[in-house]
T-cell receptor, first 120, second 116 residues
Framework: DVKVTQSSRYLVKRTGEKVFLECVQDMDHENMFWYRQDPGLGLRLIYFSYDVKMKEKGDIPEGYSVSREKKERFSLILESASTNQTSMYLC???????????????????FGPGTRLLVL | AQSVTQLDSHVSVSEGTPVLLRCNYSSSYSPSLFWYVQHPNKGLQLLLKYTSAATLVKGINGFEAEFKKSETSFHLTKPSAHMSDAAEYFCVVSDRGKAAGNKLTFGGGTRVLVKP
């Protein structure tokens, strides 16, 4: 079974702090994703990564950055935490597809348990 | 552009009765469609997915969904609800064209309550 782990289940931080959220997957997946989940809004994509040192902005990247130095690890960084970043953060990974087969959307994403972040 | 609308934010059913969770989507390309479930304090788990094979898709825990292109719908059903089905359910669309860039788009979620 694919396992995606996140470093913390709960975090409490103060406004202005730098926050690191870590995600590790054990299935050698090329693609990794960071989402935030808010009531009524579902999950919204913050950033994703196709491979080591590769990153792409998602729908709501403002206020966030990411790092992918190793294939199995994808970090989300809040440079200066704000109260509107209080949320549940979910990491996911997915097998990549070589070449342009046009079937990228079929692969299943596997999710971690989430980190609930409270910014005071 | 792609989008997903889950028509009910909350659904309440009695144990042993059918469950219907409604989902409509829009997509510029041939879509893949997924249903995920999230139990309290747990990560998202894939229930089932449609990827252009059979339009009636069977998933885990007795759930199934039917892809109806003419109605742009992908409703999730289960004939008999169990207490363990109480959770939040997400309908998800992914464009399968390469230009779509690998993205999933999530609906807002439907929270299911199962009454004894």
């Amino acid at each position: 079974d694919v396992k995606v782990t996140q470093s913390s289940r709960y975090l409490v931080k103060r406004t202005g702090e730098k926050v690191f959220l870590e995600c590790v997957q054990d299935m050698d997946h090329e693609n990794m994703f960071w989402y935030r989940q808010d009531p009524g809004l579902g999950l919204r994509l913050i950033y994703f990564s196709y491979d080591v040192k590769m990153k792409e902005k998602g729908d709501i990247p403002e206020g966030y950055s990411v790092s992918r130095e190793k294939k199995e690890r994808f970090s989300l960084i809040l440079e200066s935490a704000s109260t509107n970043q209080t949320s549940m953060y979910l990491c996911a990974s997915r097998r990549g597809l070589a070449g342009g087969t046009g079937s990228w959307g079929q692969e299943t994403q596997y999710f971690g348990p989430g980190t609930r972040l409270l910014v005071l | 552009a792609q989008s997903v609308t889950q028509l009910d934010s909350h659904v309440s059913v009695s144990e042993g009765t059918p469950v219907l969770l409604r989902c409509n989507y829009s997509s510029s390309y041939s879509p893949s469609l997924f249903w995920y479930v999230q139990h309290p304090n747990k990560g998202l788990q894939l229930l089932l997915k449609y990827t252009s094979a059979a339009t009636l898709v069977k998933g885990i825990n007795g759930f199934e969904a039917e892809f109806k292109k003419s109605e742009t719908s992908f409703h999730l059903t289960k004939p008999s609800a169990h207490m363990s089905d109480a959770a939040e359910y997400f309908c998800v669309v992914s464009d399968r064209g390469k230009a779509a860039g690998n993205k999933l788009t999530f609906g807002g979620g439907t929270r299911v309550l199962v009454k004894p």
